[in-house]
């Protein structure tokens, strides 16, 4: 009880107190290997299909049914 009491503390303690700030540098072109998988994807997106199974499970202890995917 004690340690969920003073965590907070405890952390605060040992975390810097502020975060040094980096400088974000622009990111350049994307390679060939990841242009390809980007046209590839967009050509057969229209062709992607989601199958979504699910099963009717009964409860152990209460015996509720209820679906489980």
């Given at each position: 009880m004690?340690?969920?009491?003073?965590?907070?503390?405890?952390?605060?303690?040992?975390?810097?107190?502020?975060?040094a700030?980096?400088?974000?540098?622009?990111?350049?072109d994307?390679?060939a290997?990841?242009?390809?998988?980007?046209?590839?994807?967009?050509?057969?997106?229209?062709?992607?299909?989601?199958?979504?199974?699910?099963q009717l499970?009964?409860?152990?202890?209460t015996?509720?049914?209820?679906?489980?995917?």
């Open positions: 004690l340690l969920w009491q003073f965590l907070p503390a405890i952390e605060a303690w040992f975390s810097p107190r502020e975060a700030e980096r400088t974000v540098m622009a990111r350049g994307l390679a290997d990841e242009k390809t998988t980007i046209e590839l994807f967009e050509k057969s997106r229209a062709s992607v299909v989601y199958i979504t199974t699910a499970v009964r409860d152990v202890w015996r509720n049914v209820f679906s489980v995917p």
